[in-house]
C-alpha cells in the first residue's frame, strides 16, 4: 500500500525554537508539497518540491522553509517557531503524469507555546 | 482554477445513498473535477475524478452535468465510516498544478446509524 509518512503526530515547541518536520514516500513520487490546516481557511500551501534539491514557493512560505536532498524525503523547516504556526502540517505527493492524484500523510498537529 | 461551492454540512442515514453536491459554474473546459475526504485526525484521501463524464471506482460515483456546472458525488450505501469532510475541487491536469488544489471547507457529512 503506498504511503506517506510524517515522523510526528503531535509536536509541542516553545516560541523561538527551530522546528523540523519531516515527510517520507515511498511511492517514487516526483512531486511532495507541504500544506497547512487551519479552521475556516482550509489547506494552503506552503513550498512544494517537483524534484530534488528543487523548491517552489507556495501561498504561504513566510517563516518557513524547506529542504529535499533525496527524492523521498520533503522537510519543513519553521526557523524561529511562533504562535501563529500553531497549526496541521499535511505532507502530500504525487506523480510527475498529467492528472495525478495526492496522497496525503496523517498530518503533524503542531503547538507553538 | 475554479471555484467551488458546497454545502457546509448534511446527513445521511447508515445504508442509504448519500449526494454530495458541488457547484463550479466557472469550470473551464480543461479543468478536471476532483473528489477527496478527510476523515477526523487523518489527511484528505482521493476519491474519485472526472471531466465531463460519469466516473465510477469501488469507492463512489461522480455525475458531472451535461453544462459541467455542478457535480454530484454518491457514496451508493453510506456506512458510519463514511463519516468525514469532502472536498470538490477543480483543476487543470496540469502536473505544475497537482498540489496547487484548493481545499475550501468542503462538506461535512454525517452518516448517522
Known amino acids: 500500500d503506498v504511503k506517506v509518512t510524517q515522523s510526528s503526530r503531535y509536536l509541542v515547541k516553545r516560541t523561538g525554537e527551530k522546528v523540523f518536520l519531516e515527510c517520507v514516500q515511498d511511492?517514487?513520487?516526483?512531486?511532495m508539497f507541504w500544506y497547512r490546516q487551519d479552521p475556516g481557511l482550509g489547506l494552503r500551501l506552503i513550498y512544494f518540491?517537483?524534484?530534488?534539491?528543487?523548491?517552489e514557493k507556495g501561498d504561504i512560505p513566510e517563516g518557513y522553509s524547506v529542504s529535499r536532498e533525496k527524492k523521498e524525503r520533503f522537510s519543513l523547516i519553521l526557523e524561529s517557531a511562533s504562535t501563529n504556526q500553531t497549526s496541521m502540517y499535511l505532507c502530500?505527493?504525487?506523480?510527475?503524469?498529467?492528472?495525478?492524484?495526492?496522497?496525503f500523510g496523517s498530518g503533524t498537529q503542531l503547538s507553538v507555546l | 482554477d475554479a471555484k467551488t461551492t458546497q454545502p457546509p454540512s448534511m446527513d445521511c442515514a447508515e445504508g442509504r445513498a448519500a449526494n454530495l453536491p458541488c457547484n463550479h459554474s466557472?469550470?473551464?473546459?480543461?479543468?478536471?473535477v476532483y473528489w477527496y475526504r478527510q476523515i477526523h485526525s487523518q489527511g484528505p484521501q482521493y476519491i474519485i475524478h472526472?471531466?465531463?463524464n460519469n466516473e465510477t471506482n469501488e469507492m463512489a460515483s461522480l455525475i458531472i452535468t451535461e453544462d459541467r456546472k455542478s457535480s454530484t458525488l454518491i457514496l451508493p450505501h453510506a456506512t458510519l465510516r463514511d463519516t468525514a469532510v469532502y472536498y470538490c475541487?477543480?483543476?487543470?491536469?496540469?502536473?505544475?498544478?497537482?498540489?496547487?488544489?484548493?481545499f475550501g471547507d468542503g462538506t461535512t457529512l454525517t452518516v448517522k446509524p
Open positions: 502530500a505527493s504525487s506523480t510527475s503524469q498529467l492528472n495525478e492524484k495526492l496522497f
Open positions: 466557472t469550470i473551464s473546459g480543461n479543468e478536471y
Open positions: 475541487i477543480v483543476r487543470a491536469p496540469l502536473n505544475t498544478n497537482a498540489g496547487k488544489s484548493t
Open positions: 518540491s517537483y524534484d530534488v534539491k528543487m523548491k
Open positions: 472526472g471531466l465531463k
Open positions: 511511492m517514487d513520487h516526483e512531486n
